[in-house]
């Protein structure tokens, strides 16, 4: 008699719905393409279900198919330097792969080998100037938006290029002993506290014989004089340089 130890099946996660790439439907073509898809498949929906819920299942599903089937699903928003390239990056490493195989196969051929080192090099090469070109026009995008006082669309841009970033109230942090890993959220904040407390509140040493050695000025007593209305109004209107 044979025996069979069925294995025991990993907990799954509930799968989740990815979002759909409404974006898209600001090219009038795609929207007009999706209310068409729409139109013509939910008169094919039957009304006799047995339960609303039946009904509403139908209507969810066919919905949700055509509108991914149209906009597809959205891609994340941390943006790399490579996303705007894949094409031609996805190129290159495909020949760097065939070569590698090649080489792999036979390695005693050192034409093979050469060839795989060329592309290799090559690739590299083309990486780096890919990511350099990336980053100085990002840079520029940036500096722009910092040169205009746009706070929203730099803070937008930082964003996007760095991602989502972890407070300080979720990252584990060494005591200050460093002899032990603080994961608890209240001690990894009263680290930061006493981080900073530290490094801000260091304690000064004033040398007053250099304080007295600085060469006096008189006091400038009309510094002390309230300002005119007119000439608040003026400062107020001026353009912010």
Not at 37 to 65: A, C, G, N, P, Y
Not at 124 to 129: F, T, Y
Not at 178 to 193: C, D, F, V, Y
Request: charged letters at 30%; glycine letters at 2%.
């Amino acid at each position: 008699m044979g025996f069979y130890i069925r294995p025991k099946r990993r907990p799954q996660g509930q799968k989740v719905t990815r979002k759909l790439d409404i974006t898209k439907l600001k090219n009038q073509l795609t929207a007009q393409d999706l209310q068409s898809r729409m139109d013509s498949k939910l008169l094919d929906i039957r009304s006799d279900q047995s339960s609303i819920d039946e009904q509403w299942e139908s209507f969810r599903d066919t919905v949700h198919s055509i509108a991914l089937e149209t906009l597809g699903q959205v891609t994340r928003n941390h943006q790399d330097w490579f996303d705007e390239n894949d094409q031609e990056i996805q190129k290159l490493l495909e020949e760097k792969r065939r070569l590698l195989r090649a080489h792999q196969n036979d390695t005693t051929c050192t034409a093979k080998k050469a060839a795989f080192n060329n592309i290799r090099s090559t690739v590299q090469a083309k990486l780096r100037l890919m990511q350099d070109a990336w980053l100085s026009a990002k840079a520029d995008e940036i500096q722009g938006y910092a040169d205009k006082h746009d706070t929203k669309k730099l803070y937008e841009a930082l964003k996007a290029v760095y991602g989502q970033q972890f407070s300080f109230g979720s990252t584990p942090l060494l005591s200050s002993d460093g002899t032990s890993l603080l994961t608890n959220k209240r001690l990894i904040l009263e680290r930061w506290a006493e981080h900073f407390n530290i490094v801000l509140n260091r304690p000064t040493q004033i040398n007053e014989e250099a304080i007295a050695r600085l060469p006096q000025v008189p006091t400038n007593h009309e510094l002390a004089v309230p300002p005119a209305v007119e000439e608040s109004w003026y400062q107020c209107k001026r353009p912010i340089s």
